[in-house]
T-cell receptor
Framework: GENVEQHPSTLSVQEGDSAVIKCTYSDSASNYFPWYKQELGKGPQLIIDIRSNVGEKKDQRIAVTLNKTAKHFSLHITETQPEDSAVYFCAASYNTNAGKSTFGDGTTLTVKP | NAGVTQTPKFRVLKTGQSMTLLCAQDMNHEYMYWYRQDPGMGLRLIHYSVGEGTTAKGEVPDGYNVSRLKKQNFLLGLESAAPSQTSVYFC???????????FGDGTRLSIL
């Protein structure tokens, strides 16, 4: 089955700096790659996603890049703010598999004021 | 719209007791999922459903059962709770494959 590895497990940055989280996946059939943000005591919430027919997607301070050949995708957060502090999860899935997603183990991002 | 609602939010059980966790969604989504989240291990799929009346096993199904009698509800049952089932349980739904999942806020379950 699919295996998703996420790095780093913890990341600490100064407010205003950029943060990058990377994920690799194993199944070349995967074609949908969402990123979720989980705040303390809450469920994960989608922040951005990318499909395999696109190499990059941006939404204000957040961007995701996908390299299908290398089977890795990354989340980029620019101009970080304290409210960006949370746990971030990447995931991979393909639509012929009941939409089952395989999640990375998460990255705890701390933005220091 | 409430989205995905999980009941209860917290529960403490004794070993061997049974209970049912309820998940309800009001978005008319076809697919529903139950995950458990343990420290440092991300989200692991327990069971899932691709439509009313259908269920299937995920990655870690042992010790759990599910039912989806109505499209909007997905129930997770623990027949005989064990300390290893202490976890945070999340329900999620999606319209169909390769669409974003919508998560509830979780049920924090402790088994003594």
């Amino acid at each position: 089955g699919e295996n998703v590895e996420q790095h780093p497990s913890t990341l600490s940055v100064q407010e205003g700096d950029s943060a990058v989280i990377k994920c690799t996946y194993s199944d070349s059939a995967s074609n949908y790659f969402p990123w979720y943000k989980q705040e303390l005591g809450k469920g994960p919430q989608l922040i951005i996603d990318i499909r395999s027919n696109v190499g990059e997607k941006k939404d204000q301070r957040i961007a995701v890049t996908l390299n299908k050949t290398a089977k890795h995708f990354s989340l980029h957060i620019t101009e970080t703010q304290p409210e960006d502090s949370a746990v971030y999860f990447c995931a991979a899935s393909y639509n012929t598999n009941a939409g089952k997603s395989t999640f990375g183990d998460g990255t705890t991002l701390t933005v220091k004021p | 719209n409430a989205g995905v609602t999980q009941t209860p939010k917290f529960r403490v059980l004794k070993t061997g007791q049974s209970m049912t966790l309820l998940c309800a969604q009001d978005m008319n989504h076809e697919y529903m999922y139950w995950y458990r989240q343990d420290p440092g291990m991300g989200l692991r799929l327990i069971h899932y459903s691709v439509g009313e009346g259908t269920t299937a096993k995920g990655e870690v199904p042992d010790g759990y059962n599910v039912s989806r009698l109505k499209k909007q509800n997905f129930l997770l049952g623990l027949e005989s709770a064990a300390p290893s089932q202490t976890s945070v349980y999340f329900c999620a739904s999606r319209l169909r494959g390769n669409q974003p999942q919508h998560f509830g806020d979780g049920t924090r379950l402790s088994i003594l």
